[in-house]
């Protein structure tokens, strides 16, 4: 399972590929909590992210309802659609997910509360 967050997805949406979430395995299952569904939808309608997400999520990608936030993770310095993708990247560490670098090495440092 790959948890993605915004930013991956408005970034490949702008370039046309959303399809590299689905790499190296065409396999994988490729999921957005609805937190981050609703973070790109409140891009603007010219946004690529705006149309080309929803059509993923027709198609091969899948919405999950916003998992509660572990206890274990200081969240003040995230938004509400990093914070919904670190449980089930957590909860699915095989898997991995699609999220910036420098937040992904916060959230890992707030984690264990450096």
Do not use: Y
């Amino acid at each position: 399972m790959r948890v993605v967050n915004a930013s991956p997805l408005i970034v490949l949406s702008k370039l046309g590929r959303l399809d590299l979430l689905l790499e190296p395995r065409p396999d994988i299952e490729v999921v957005v909590p609805q937190a981050v569904l609703d973070e790109v939808m409140r891009g603007e309608p010219d946004d690529p992210a705006v149309s080309l997400v929803p059509e993923a999520v027709a198609d091969w990608m899948r919405v999950i309802p916003t998992p509660p936030v572990h206890a274990s993770l200081r969240v003040g310095a995230l938004d509400p659609g990093e914070i919904a993708v670190l449980p089930g990247a957590l909860n699915h560490p095989g898997g991995g997910s699609a999220r910036r670098p420098f937040r992904t090495r916060l959230a890992c440092r707030l984690r264990q509360g450096q």
